[in-house]
Structure formats: C-alpha cells, structure tokens
C-alpha cells in the first residue's frame, strides 16, 4: 500500500498562517470523497489537530508509543466518528520525540494499519524536521501562507529550502484569501501571490469566519453549513486526486478575475 500511498507535508517557516486548519479541513474533504486518509499532528511545539476535530484528551497514546514498540499502531489511531475514511494520530505533545526516522516509521506503520491511500502531515514552523523527515518518507509539501508580506517571504523561503533538501513536488494554499482586500484596498491578487514566493498554487481558501468559530468547537468546515470553506477545500481534493478544477468551481465570488489579476480593471468590472 505505501508504494500507492500520496503523503504531503503542511508546513511554512511562519507560524499563525493556517497549517493546521488546511491539514485538517483537507483531510475531511478527501475522506469525504471517499478516499481513505490518516491525519497525523507532528506540530511538536503546539498541537492543534486534535482540538480542531474535537478530539481533545480521546487518545491516550501516540506515535513515540508506537515507535518504542509499547502499543500497536491501532491503539494509537483515533477513527473520526463523522467521516468513517477519516484518521488521526499524533506525536506527544510533551516530553523527548521520537527522531525522524521512527517517526517515519511509525508513521507508516499506522497509515498501513488503517490502509490509508492518503497521509496528510501536519508540522510547527522552522525547516529542521521537514528536512530531516524526507531522508526517511518522501513526501509532497503544501506550503500555507496568507497574503501578507511576512507570509509570502516565509512561503517563498520555505520553498526554496524544500527543493534544496530534494522535494520535488512543492505546491502552495493561499489562506485566508480576503476578498475585499484584494478589489478594494490594493492588496495583492492571486498572481501577485504566486510571483512571490515562486511556488505553484494548488488552491485557495477564501477568509471564513464561521469556519473560525466553529473550529473552537471542534467542527471542520465541512460540519458547517454557513461556512463558504467546504468547496475550496474539496476542489483542492480533486486536483490532489489529478482533475482539472477551476480555481473558484462552485464557490460564488463577484470579479473573479479581478482576484486573480487587478492589471485589467475594465474586463474584472465585466465578470
């Protein structure tokens, strides 16, 4: 099953970009689709997956267990109630982690345990593991950043250190898309975006505060009908399984293409 297996790394150097909230509304849209998926957490400086399922003290063990040999990886996997495709498991949030290689390795343990076609890995800022992982899993990496200025250099040096360490499949998530930011108040387009950090875009999450309110509760986008998030997310999906979706496919958004590129202002003020 590993050979079939698709892995990718959330990550960014900066912290506070979403990474969490795109590993774990990405997984529940794949699953939803009828994919088999394993979330694992392995932010090791602030865990977060678990609350933004609602799975907030359900497990008693986790992935140094499984590497030290002391639980089989099906003690330390937690199934989503909601999404019967759906998995998760986890690093410890406290005390000394297991090093790269047998977090790798318990990591696959547990994905072929639940015979997951996907894994969705979910890290903390900073290049150090992500760099030392990929010696032992190779992996796709989704870079997350939002349209500020801080984010995108971040977004743009985390790609480059991603293809020096060999990845070869480096993908971005624009998060937290503010729309009228973007028509009204100058921000950047979408192009803008890409020319800055040179990394190809995968998708985009458009800013959604129902989506933030639910997360205190444990609820992915998915579980919220006001939320404008579940398309974004599974349009992300289905380009992950290989079609061919339009950035914006089912989600209703005025000046598209205004989105994309200000430059034409006469032709945006048409779509």
Known sequence: MEEQRKIFLVTSFKGGVGKSTVAVNLAVAIAICGRRVLVADCDTTNRTVDLLLGYEDA????LRDVSGGRVAPSEAILRDPRAENLFYC???????QPSAEKIAAALTWCADTVNAEYL?????????????????????????????????RAAERTGAELARAGVRE????????DIKTAIYDEG???????DNTHVPLLGVVLYDEALRTAQEKGMPAACVEESTSPEAF????RRIFGENVPLFEGMEIRHRRRLVSPADDEDAEQT
Request: a negative charge; one cysteine or more; glycine letters at 6%.
């Open 59 to 62: 497990g008693m063990f986790d």
């Open 234 to 237: 599974y349009n992300i999906a």
């Open 188 to 194: 950047r387009a979408i192009l803008d975006i890409i």
């Open 170 to 177: 480096i993908r971005l998530i624009i998060n937290c898309f």
């Open 120 to 152: 969705i890995i979910d890290t903390s800022g900073g290049f150090d593991f992500p760099r030392a992982l990929y010696e032992y899993m190779a992996y796709a990496a989704i870079i997350v950043s939002t349209h500020t200025m801080a984010s995108l």
């Open 90 to 96: 986890s690093l410890p949030h406290t005390g000394m």
